[in-house]
């Protein structure tokens, strides 16, 4: 079993930024692939980004290329989301997801372990 926790969500203002951080506990010795996924208010869940256990980074949402990087300490077992240049349409409930094959998060959408969420809101 692997828990993860995020924190760092919150109020921003447009063009503001923001760092989202994953905590990982557990069974944190296997090679897992960690996410960062987001729900939009109404809207269903988007896969944000992944990164694996060797720190290859994959971001999936056009929208957010180029202005948000996913990072990594495997020492610290922990993942961040550094988040640029923020608009409106990026509030969500942002969820840390964790798995050890990067096909049940990135294809099958289905990663075997999920955070609590964290609220990113965004204002104009």
């Known amino acids: 079993q692997v828990q993860l926790v995020e924190s760092g969500g919150g109020l921003v203002q447009a063009g503001g930024s923001l760092r989202l951080s994953c905590a990982a506990s557990?069974?944190?010795?296997?090679?897992?692939?960690m996410a960062w996924f987001r729900q939009p208010p109404g809207k269903e869940r988007q896969l944000v980004s992944a990164?694996?256990?060797?720190?290859?980074?994959?971001i999936y949402l056009d929208s957010v290329k180029g202005r948000f990087t996913t990072s990594r300490d495997n020492a610290k077992n922990t993942m961040w989301l550094q988040m640029d240049r923020l608009k409106p349409e990026d509030t969500a409930t942002y969820y840390c997801?964790?798995?050890?094959?990067?096909?049940?998060?990135?294809?099958?959408?289905?990663?075997?372990?999920w955070g609590q969420g964290t609220q990113v809101t965004v204002s104009s």
């Open positions: 990164i694996t256990h060797g720190g290859a980074q994959f």
């Open positions: 997801a964790a798995d050890d094959l990067l096909r049940r998060i990135a294809v099958d959408g289905r990663p075997e372990y």
């Open positions: 557990g069974h944190t010795d296997s090679r897992i692939t």
